[in-house]
């Protein structure tokens, strides 16, 4: 693939996750309006429920379609692929239904709407795998974001009349149109290519590489899902309530919208950084400007959030959530650095380390399961079950570092780290003492407190010049490239 058609899928899927995020949020802060904590508990449980089987029950599709799918490749492979993948979301619908049984449990009332919703859910992102792995971005991004702005217009409609169920239907939607939509656009491509009489004849890939491949990439699969999918859920409705689900999933919310963007755009850039590791005179050095500008953006950011938290929660939500703030300020600091770890493993990937990632998930993932058991049996109630979540992503960040630093001999700015989080507290504790009031204050005390941040580093060189130049070079052939297709 030639590198503008690189930079544009890869930009057009950044837009494509941002788009998504922004649409549950403001679907779920709408309807937080119309039900009661319990109902929004459930609704969030049930989606919730949807997007960690899927994580866990997809067999690894998305990684082995991107490992095997792109590039040169003949009739017989592409049959080859479809035959394995079709075989693939057949195994994984079984194993989503035996899962959703399990977890939602056989007493629940929503288990039927809530194995239908996975079906639908399954077979969507099958397609969109498959139509990602063919390098087709824009179309899985206009689809989607269509897709997401219906559903959000006809849940402004139908949530206050029927609630609960008309949250569950505008996912329904979400799913179901992108399915439909996709499906034509796929079959479409498959079509041209299978019509194209000029199409290089490749190899099928060896089969054992195939099984070994999905092997790896299935228990990845699981893994990434009990570590970043927010596996507490089912711990926090069983031994808790509906409405715990609620304030946890508020709070996630809430952080999600102030962090989740500079974790995308971290993925989003060290995809294209692993793709041209080789081209770099000196990578490492690439990577520490990278790490520090997402540690001192988000460090700002999460530090901002935890001082203004109470403001931000009742400017969205009502005034029965107040309780996630506390959960808001012990979830952030595992968050923020999880955020950040998104360098480092873009860095081991590029490095060919990605085994090392696939053990540290190992580990953090014993490590989270451990301690949400631990808070569940001495009844920490959901401020334990957070601590755990927190924990196990600063886990994550440390593990990544230690293994940087003593296997790879990568370097990190400590002391740059250190001070920017000094300062970003200072210029916070600063514009708590001038009392904002009201969300457009609060905004602007944010974008001054911000401008003198980023002021200071700049002039204490806490940032270098060579590292701006360096990284403003990268991000412009980044951007002006990216619409080319």
């Known amino acids: 693939m030639r590198q503008e058609g690189l930079l544009s899928s890869t930009f057009f899927y950044f837009l494509n996750r941002v788009f998504l995020i922004l649409f549950s949020f403001l679907l779920g802060l709408y309807a937080s309006r119309f039900l009661t904590t319990s109902e929004y508990g459930t609704a969030q449980f049930i989606n919730w429920n949807t997007t960690f089987i899927w994580m866990i029950a997809n067999m690894g599709i998305p990684s082995v379609l991107n490992r095997f799918v792109p590039g040169s490749y003949g009739i017989k492979r592409f049959n080859q692929l479809l035959t394995h993948s079709f075989q693939l979301i057949c195994l994984a619908l079984l194993l989503a239904i035996v899962l959703t049984v399990v977890v939602t449990g056989t007493s629940d009332n929503y288990l039927p709407v ?7 859910h399954l077979l969507n992102y099958f397609v969109v795998s498959w139509m990602q792995s063919m390098q087709l971005y824009r179309n899985v991004f206009l689809v989607q974001t269509v897709a997401s702005a219906s559903a959000l217009l006809i849940g402004y409609f139908i949530i ?19 399915l439909l939509w996709l499906s034509f656009y796929f079959i479409k491509q498959v079509k041209q290519l299978k019509a194209n009489s000029d199409m290089p004849v490749a190899a099928e890939v ?62 989003t850039f060290t995809t294209y950084f692993a793709r041209h590791f080789n081209q770099e005179s000196d990578p490492s050095k690439m990577f520490t400007a990278m790490f520090k500008f997402i540690w001192m953006l988000t460090s700002f950011t999460s530090i901002f959030l935890w ?39 873009g860095y081991h990937v590029a490095a060919g380390k990605a085994k090392f990632l696939l053990t540290q998930d190992s580990i953090v993932a014993i490590i989270l399961i451990g301690l949400v058991l631990f808070s569940v049996h001495f009844y920490l109630g959901i401020e334990g ?26 370097k990190f700015p400590f002391c740059s780290m250190l001070f920017s989080l000094l300062l970003s507290a200072g210029l916070m504790w600063l514009a708590v003492l001038l009392e904002p009031v009201g969300p457009v204050q609060l905004l602007f005390y944010g974008l001054v407190s911000f401008s003198c941040y980023v002021g200071v580093l700049i002039r204490l060189k806490v940032i270098t010049p060579s590292e701006l130049a360096q990284l403003k070079e990268k991000v412009s052939i980044f951007f002006k490239q990216s619409l080319l297709k």
């Not at 809530?114 to 639908?120: D, N, P, S």
């Not at 206050?160 to 992108?178: A, D, K, Q, S």
């Not at 005034?319 to 493993?345: D, H, Q, T």
């Not at 924990?391 to 003593?406: D, E, F, N, Q, R």
């Open 114 to 120: 809530t194995m239908a919703l996975m079906g639908v």
């Open 160 to 178: 206050p009349v029927y609630g609960l169920n008309g949250f569950i239907f505008c996912f329904f939607w979400l799913h179901t149109i992108g």
């Open 206 to 267: 060896d089969g054992k590489l195939l099984i070994r491949s999905t092997g790896y990439f299935a228990i990845s699969a699981v893994l990434s899902s009990i570590l970043w999918q927010r596996s507490e859920y089912y711990f926090i409705k069983r031994e808790l309530s509906e409405a715990s689900v609620a304030l946890y999933a508020v709070a996630f919310s809430v952080i999600s919208l102030a962090t989740e963007p500079f974790r995308l755009l971290t993925g």
């Open 307 to 345: 001082f203004f938290a109470d403001q931000i929660v009742l400017f969205f939500y009502p005034e029965e959530y107040i309780a996630s703030v506390s959960l808001i300020k012990i979830l952030l600091p595992g968050v923020f650095l999880g955020a950040c770890s998104y360098v480092v493993m």
């Open 385 to 410: 079950i957070a601590w755990a979540r927190s924990m196990a992503l600063g886990t994550t960040v440390a593990l990544g570092i230690a293994y940087s630093i003593w296997g790879m001999h990568l």
